[in-house]
Every structure is written in C-alpha cells, then in structure tokens.
C-alpha cells in the first residue's frame, strides 16, 4: 500500500510563490505517473500538473503553464510542485496523486489515479 503526503501549502499574497511536497512511503514512486490535481470550494477536483511514466513526460494545464513546475526527487521518493506568480484564483485544496499503472502518457482524469494524499490548503490573497 502507498501512502501520499502533502505539505507545504499555505496563505501567500497574490505574486508570492510555495513549494508544496508529496512524500510518498510504502513503494518507491520512481517510475509511477505521478500528478498534481487541485479542487476549489463548489468545484470539481482538476488537473494541475503530472509525470507518465518514469518522469517521461510532462503535463500542465493552461492556468499554471509558465508558473508552475513540477518536479521529483527520486531519492527522497517526494515529488513537489513549485508555484510562483500566485494568482488568487490558484487558492484551492491540492492534492498529490499516483497511478500504478503504466501510461505513456500524462493522465489528466481523476479516476485513473489509484493514491491519494489527503491535500493541502493553499490560499491567495489579493
């Protein structure tokens, strides 16, 4: 079994930036596709940023292309997600995923990601 953790969330003023880590235990995340969702109140859980398999390829959606990078230290087994130019749009609970099964390519939807970390709480002020 795996287990996900975040931290690193936070409140930050509009243009700051965060770091957030998703520790993993129990397997290595290595080769995993490995992603970044994010759900703000009263919406669905979205999409941020992923890896396919083996860190292969990498994914952002529109809103954070240019400001977000996500990234991984294999031998920390942690992947992080750096965010700058925060926006308070980006205020949202975010949440670290992993899927075992292989992909070639970065998955985007919800229901392929097999662990979840609990998420944590990232707010932007104006």
């Known amino acids: 079994q795996i287990q996900l953790v975040e931290s690193g969330g936070g409140l930050v003023q509009a243009g700051g930036s965060l770091r ?16 970044w969702f994010r ?11 992923g890896f396919a398999w083996a860190g292969s390829n990498t994914m952002y959606a529109d809103s954070v292309k240019g400001r977000f990078t996500i990234s991984r230290d294999n031998a920390q087994n942690t992947v992080y997600l750096q965010m ?31 662990f979840w970390g609990q998420g944590t709480q990232v707010t932007v002020s104006s």
């Open 20 to 35: 957030l880590s998703c520790g993993a235990s129990g397997r290595t995340v290595r080769n995993y596709p490995t992603a």
């Open 39 to 49: 759900q703000a109140p009263g919406m669905e859980r979205q999409f941020v940023a």
């Open 84 to 114: 700058n130019s925060l926006k308070p749009e980006d205020t949202a609970v975010y949440y670290c995923a992993l899927r075992k099964i292989y992909s070639a390519a970065v998955v985007t939807t919800t229901d392929e990601y097999d």
